[in-house]
């Protein structure tokens, strides 16, 4: 009996260490994000921090923020329905997409929100409609509490407020594990496990879709931050936020979410007094993806 609890010890340790070596193996040579933006893309400095935007149209601004693991990508669809009446602005967060990604980075709600409120001062954006999906949601509704005078309107795709607290200790106890998550999560088969199980037509998972949402991962420090977040994200909680929300606010929803239910839309609809929800048939939670017109519809109806 020793002997095998012996073996079995030593093997744990050897899957362990193996986790380990994977985890802190350098990551594949990294490209300059400025070498992978696109024709409309622009840089700004803000807090430090080189910030990716793309800018389209003329009228009152609409300003779009991507979920986790996102980028202004996301948005490629609605942005041009958006811009025959609007200036619709969209960013990549600090640790996403083309912005850049500090490796010990402040990438809590309440920081990522300052970010949004600072490139709106750099930019001088004033009075915009807020268009947040899923995270994107949570930190434009951040960014309205925050400064509650500066934002007009508040548009919330799919926001993720109820998604429960992990428990503090295990970011301690399995400290390589965020690492493997960042990493697995920028490979092919890491994004279609996590995009197809987001979508309601899956059809649209491409290789072409996959590629743009991987770019963000061959960019310096991409993995390194991800497991950052994944280590801190223990920390926060997101729910305290709805009640507090005085903005004009829409809610939209999908049907065919489970991670993300209609009933956690009816919760917040109660919770954000004066709120307006708006249910879309025929999507997943990637409603600027697979419903765009419909959205761009949805959104005219809210703010014009």
Do not use: C
């Not at 933006?37 to 921090?49: D, I, L, Q, R």
């Not at 709106?120 to 930190?139: E, F, K, N, R, Y």
Request: no cysteine; hydrophobic share 40%; charged share 15%.
């Amino acid at each position: 009996r020793p002997k095998i609890l012996f073996a079995l010890l030593v093997a744990v340790a050897l899957i362990y260490g193996a986790l380990v070596g994977y985890a802190y193996f350098p990551a594949n040579h990294t490209v300059d994000p400025q070498s992978l933006a696109g024709p409309e893309s622009h840089f700004v400095v803000v807090e430090g921090k080189r910030i990716h935007y793309v800018q389209q149209g003329s009228g009152s601004p609409v300003v779009l923020i991507h979920g986790f693991g996102g980028s202004t990508y996301t948005w490629r669809k609605l942005m041009p329905l958006l811009a025959t009446k609007h200036t619709a602005v969209a960013l990549d967060l600090p640790g996403f997409g083309l912005s850049d990604k500090p490796p010990r980075g402040d990438y809590s709600l309440a920081a990522q929100a300052r970010t949004v409120l600072g490139f709106l001062d750099v930019l001088s954006i004033a009075q915009p409609t807020l268009i947040g999906h899923s995270m994107g949601g949570v930190i434009a509704a951040s960014a309205a509490v925050q400064r509650p005078a500066h934002i007009g309107k508040l548009v919330l795709v799919e926001p993720g407020f109820y998604h429960g607290r992990a428990p503090a200790f295990l970011k301690y106890l399995i400290f390589p594990l965020p690492k493997i998550f960042a990493k697995s999560f920028y490979t092919p088969e890491g994004r279609s496990r996590t995009l197809t199980s987001s979508f309601y037509h899956k059809e649209l998972v491409t290789d072409e879709l996959l590629n743009a949402y991987l770019l963000a991962g061959k960019t310096p420090h991409a993995i390194d931050a991800l497991a950052h977040m994944m280590r801190t994200v223990s920390d926060e909680s997101y729910d305290t936020i709805s009640t507090r929300i005085t903005t004009p606010t829409l809610l939209v929803w999908s049907r065919h979410n489970p991670s993300n239910p209609l009933s956690d839309g009816e919760r917040l609809h109660r919770e954000i007094q004066g709120s307006t929800l708006v249910v879309l048939e025929d999507s997943g939670h990637y409603i600027q993806e697979e419903q765009p017109v419909k959205l761009a519809q949805t959104i005219f109806d809210f703010i014009d």
